[in-house]
């Protein structure tokens, strides 16, 4: 069992993210892994983030990671390069993918006018 059932004492008043990981937030991202297993080979600067974003709460930290992994694996987030979007989005949707500073990708849509409706009907849930 882990030693976090309550709130962390870590004091997390500094919002700069490019701090380095203090030795107890280490110990809590290794301590992570160890509970959360398909974070391994996940990034640690995004575990630290996520560990930042909830004061240091483990449990709530290792709940919400548990689930955003769940999410990305659902959506096949890590293949994402390999999408092939369907024949009638790309004929009538007008939409394409950029990248923010880090690469990360970004779909850009011009719903407008488009009959969204419409379009959804047309392709299996599987293909968006």
Known sequence: EM????PAS???????VTRPASSDELTMINDMKTLVPSLEGY???????????KDGRFDETAE??????????????DNIKDWVAPE???KYCGYGFLADKE????LMSLLGNMDVDGMLRSV???DY
């Not at 690469?103 to 970004?106: E, F, L, Q, S, T």
């Open 43 to 53: 990034d640690q600067h995004n575990i630290l983030r996520w560990l930042r974003s």
């Open 3 to 6: 030693p976090y059932s309550k």
């Open 124 to 126: 299996q849930a599987v």
């Open 64 to 77: 919400g990671l548990r689930k955003h992994m769940l999410f990305r694996k659902a959506w096949q987030l």
């Open 10 to 16: 870590i004091t997390l008043s500094n919002p700069d």
């Open 88 to 90: 009638c989005l790309e």
């Open 103 to 106: 690469g990360n990708p970004i």
